[in-house]
């Protein structure tokens, strides 16, 4: 997981892990989810991957588009 900039120093993300054609992110609970192109649409996720990368927007754009879009939440442990 890389952490995550949180340029804009109000997002509940901490951390994030990107592969081709799906995200982890993970919220300041420790909660991890995966979202994917299937779960949650390509065009988002690659937004989301893009929003990651910037360090910034990822906790709104989840919550204003993807909040409920998971393929699964993933239990702490390794990757």
Known sequence: ??????????????????????????FH???????????AGAANVARMQ?????GEGLGAFINRHVRDHYAKQIKWGPL
């Open 1 to 26: 997981m890389e952490r995550y900039k949180n340029h804009g120093g109000e997002s509940g993300v901490v951390a994030y892990d990107i592969d081709a054609g799906q995200i982890i992110v993970e």
């Open 50 to 54: 893009e929003l990651a990368r910037a």
């Open 29 to 39: 609970d420790g909660k991890r989810y995966l979202y994917t192109e299937d779960s």
